[in-house]
């Protein structure tokens, strides 16, 4: 069987890589045809050890999910170990994008909301980016999290969906 190394990363690496993370985990258990190995990290270090947002981890569970989660930083050598590197917004992007040793590596980079089938046409590169963007729910009221919980699921559908397609023959 086929396997895929993917990175889901955020700045802080408690709130929305976590839960996409958990998302992408569980919803991988379900593919016989593909392996998916799913790791999360922050573009920064200021929670590195710690467990995830006791909201973020609330939101996830009852959703049905379950993960465990340590936060970490992403680092260049994540490159080597990931096929994809899926990331939440703009900032995510630009400094996973700087760490990059080549442009093989930098192909590996994707917004994860572009899988999104209702999002897949926006131009990361375009006006339009902040459209990909899954927002920070750091702190913010639980339905600020349900939210994202959403925009993850749907993300993380359309990336499933595309990877078998992809690498499924």
């Known amino acids: ?3 895929l190394h993917v990175a889901m990363v955020c700045l802080g690496n ?3 890589s976590p839960m996409a993370a958990a998302v992408l985990a569980n919803k991988a258990r379900e593919i016989s045809e593909l392996e998916i190995i799913v790791t999360s990290s922050g573009t920064s270090g200021w929670h590195i050890g710690e467990g995830p947002h006791p909201t973020s981890q609330l939101v996830w569970e009852k959703a049905g999910y379950s993960h465990d989660h340590k936060a970490s930083q992403f680092k260049a050598n994540d490159y080597f170990v990931n096929d994809y590197i899926l990331v939440m917004d ?3 992007y630009e400094n996973v994008l700087a760490l990059a040793p080549s442009d ?3 192909s590996k980079v994707f917004y994860l909301r572009s899988f999104d089938p209702a999002l897949s046409k926006i131009d990361p ?3 339009d980016y902040f459209n990909l963007e899954v927002p ?3 702190n913010q009221p ?3 999290y349900q939210r994202v919980l959403a925009m993850i699921e749907s993300a993380v559908d359309g990336f499933i969906e595309r990877v078998i397609q ?3 023959a």
């Open 1 to 3: 069987m086929a396997s």
């Open 14 to 16: 408690i709130c929305r």
């Open 90 to 92: 703009s900032s995510n």
């Open 104 to 106: 093989e590596d930098r």
């Open 125 to 127: 590169l375009s006006g």
């Open 136 to 138: 920070d729910p750091y």
């Open 142 to 144: 639980e339905d600020s």
């Open 166 to 168: 992809d690498h499924v």
